[in-house]
């Protein structure tokens, strides 16, 4: 893994850890089970559960009630809090109201945005070094013609991809700009297409002083390679399908950038909705809610002893 990426790894796990205390000062004490002594009796039984008083000491259903209440669950006090801002944390770094409201879940948000921002950053930086490979191979298809290097658009180096060379700008420089006629290059194809476009008979030039003429000339000078960015492969196909290759490259590693941003989003967003979603739910009893609570009896009596009758109220 390279160094940036580690370090978004790290950052990540670092929001985690400054989040999971915030989490446990925020969770519900969980259920607790206590088990009575053997020789506890039915009024403790009684008294811990809330049931009023109890049956006399010495019957049967008091000592089995005892036997049972050994695994009688007992909620501990604590309710967890549901942070209203869970849903903006979780917006900002995802998992992180899910961590706020002490959800597990909160790890497998966090674990896929750590993921996938190492490899996004791997593909940006991928993206990086093959455009810079592709610029300096544009450079040995300039050399003859300028000492300076401009740093071109994307465009520009498309157009180098498909034509050998860019052709001339200007054949006869001078006051006035003659425009390249060879087809063969991208400014001789730029200055067919502007025939084609505003002179009526395109083979015909007219009048130079002519609308049409001015307006063809206009096109010409906006889409045409200048003379700084002039550019010949003539003799050097291999380097021209490196160059290519190079491109395409680039432009896959910037598209799986692109790709893994969006995920990025996603998960942002639904870690977002989730928290939203939870806290809503959490807060559809009221404030004063306070969950439910689950309790279980055993439907038999300890060995050697009769089972216990149902009691009722007076």
Known sequence: MRRDA???????LSAWAALVPLAHGQQASPTRWVAASPGADAADAFRARGDGPAPGQGSEPARALAAVDRLAPIPLAGI???PRWAPLASALVPGAGQALQGLRRAVPYLAIEG?????????????????REYRDLAITARDAFSERFPTGDFEY???????VESGA????????L?????????NGQTWQLARLTYWERPETPPVRTSDEYQRA???????AIAPEFRWSWRNAQFEQDLFS????RSNNAFRRSSQYLGVLIANHALSAVDAFVFVRLSQRGGESSRGYEVQATIPWAPLGRPSVPELHDP
Do not use: S
């Open 6 to 12: 580690r370090w978004a790894l790290v950052g990540a």
């Open 80 to 82: 967890p809090r549901r």
């Open 115 to 131: 993921f996938l921002l190492t490899q996004f950053m791997d593909a940006r930086r991928n993206g990086r070094a093959r455009r």
């Open 157 to 163: 180096y498309e157009r180098m991809q498909h034509f």
């Open 169 to 176: 700008y200007d054949v006869t420089p001078g006051n006035d």
């Open 178 to 186: 003659d425009p390249e006629t060879d087809t063969a290059t991208f």
């Open 217 to 223: 000339l206009d096109f010409y000078a906006r889409r």
């Open 245 to 248: 290759r190079t491109i395409e």
